[in-house]
Each structure stands twice: as structure tokens, then as C-alpha cells.
């Protein structure tokens, strides 16, 4: 395969910083695709895969689901067409196993992360951010009870819909262990991708469209 000016981003930060909010504005503003690990791992789980079998309790308890399992399904969903033309990546890597692994994946497909945009924020918003989390059940929207509202109450701004969900883990004692897991395991990426002169930082404690300007700008110089 030919090397292609696709973009390929890493969104990091802690659970509630924003990773997925603007990785949706970001797929419609530029043509990316969002892959999300807990997206794809909460459809294992839902479906009773055996890797979503095995996912399922670790995630209940604010774990991180084994690297194995992870890279499988990161994997398969990067080798599916739509993301030649570049991906958003929301949730992974989360250890430096993953990132290791995510370097030999880029790379067998003659293609590499143009940068990690590191989401900065405080733990104690965190808690807020994640508690008051739900979705569109129709169409995957997120939305928050106080920071983002459906302009009109009970219906989705996207699609209509007035069907809506929480996420089970989205609780306080769930949130102190994925943060715990975050500082552990994650954090340390933020330096790993300094050293490869490809990190970003951008203050993510602002406005959600104050912060998705910022981050256009950063990849309007990439795609450019
Ligand atoms: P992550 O994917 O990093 O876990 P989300 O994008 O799901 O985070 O955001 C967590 C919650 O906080 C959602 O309810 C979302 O609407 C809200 N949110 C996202 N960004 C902001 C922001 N900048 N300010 C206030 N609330 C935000
Ligand atoms: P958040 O952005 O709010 O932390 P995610 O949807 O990214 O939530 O992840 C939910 C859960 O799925 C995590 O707490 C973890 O158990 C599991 N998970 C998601 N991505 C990974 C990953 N890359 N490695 C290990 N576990 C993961
Ligand atoms: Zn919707």
C-alpha cells in the first residue's frame, strides 16, 4: 500500500475530559473515523463475544481490560476500509504495551500517528463530568445534565431521538478507579509521545466548542 496524506490522531486524556465529545466534531469536520476501544469493547460485551465475556467485569470495576484483548479488537477495526482515510483514536493506547503495539500496527499498514493531543484537565471535574454523562441511544450523541443540554429538552440535536442512556460505570467509586488507572498507566504516554515530537497540549477544562477550535486548528495544519 502507498503512504496516503491521511491524518491518524490520539486523543488522551482521563476518563470525562472530553476524548470522545470532540472526536465526533472532529470526524464531521475533517472526514475522520472515531475509533473508540470503549465503544467497541462495550459492543463486545453487549453482543457476548468471548473477548466482551471476559471484558465485561474488568470494566464494571473501573479496570483497564487486558492489552491482549484490546489490540484484537483495535486491530481488526483499523484494518476495515473506512479508516484509510485516517483515524481519531479515543481511548487507546492506555498502557505503553498498547503503544508499542499501536507503532507495529501503523507501521504494517505503511502509515503513522501525526500527533497525541494530550486533553489537560483537573481530576476533581472529572467526577462532575463523568456522573452527569449520557447519550443518545439512537445515534451516539453525548450530552451532559449541566454542560450540554439538547437544545430542545428530551430530544436529540442530531437525530431526534428521545431514547437516551447512561453508562454503568459512569459512577463516583468507578471514577476513582479509572482514574487511579489513568495516573498508572496512561499518563506515562504523554511523555512517551513528547519524546517522538509529536505531542500536542491543549487546556481542556474551557468550553467543549472553545476546545474544538482549538484542536481544528491543530489538525487543519496537519491535513493542509
Ligand atoms: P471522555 O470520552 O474523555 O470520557 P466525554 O467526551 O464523554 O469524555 O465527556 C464527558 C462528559 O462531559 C460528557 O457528558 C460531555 O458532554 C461533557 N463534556 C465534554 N467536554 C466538556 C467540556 N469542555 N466542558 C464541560 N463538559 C464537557
Ligand atoms: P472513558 O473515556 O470515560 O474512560 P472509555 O469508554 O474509553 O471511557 O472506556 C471504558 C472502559 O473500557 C475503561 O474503563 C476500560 O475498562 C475499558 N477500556 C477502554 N479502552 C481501553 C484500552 N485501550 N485498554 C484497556 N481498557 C480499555
Ligand atoms: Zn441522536
Known sequence: MTKTAACNLILLG?????????????????????LSTGDLLRAAVAAGTEAGKQAKSVMEAGGLVSDEIVIAILRDRLAEPDCA????????PRTPVQAAALDDLM????????????????????VERVAG??????????????FKTPATAGACD?????????RADDNAETVSERLAAYHAQTA?????????????RVDAMGDIDVIATELGTIVQKIVA
Open 85 to 92: 482515510a485516517g483515524v481519531i483514536l479515543d481511548g487507546f
Open 188 to 200: 506515562p504516554l504523554i511523555a512517551f509521545y513528547d519524546d517522538k515530537g509529536i505531542l500536542q
Open 158 to 166: 442530531k437525530c431526534g431521538g428521545t431514547e437516551f442512556k447512561r
Open 133 to 146: 454523562r449520557y447519550t443518545c441511544a439512537g445515534c451516539g450523541e453525548g450530552y451532559h445534565d449541566s
Open 14 to 34: 482521563p476518563p470525562g475530559a472530553g476524548k470522545g465529545t470532540q472526536a465526533r466534531m472532529l470526524e464531521e469536520k475533517f472526514g475522520l473515523v472515531q
Open 107 to 126: 507501521g504494517t499498514i505503511d502509515s503513522a500517528i501525526n500527533a497525541a493531543i494530550s486533553l489537560e484537565v483537573d481530576d476533581a471535574a472529572m
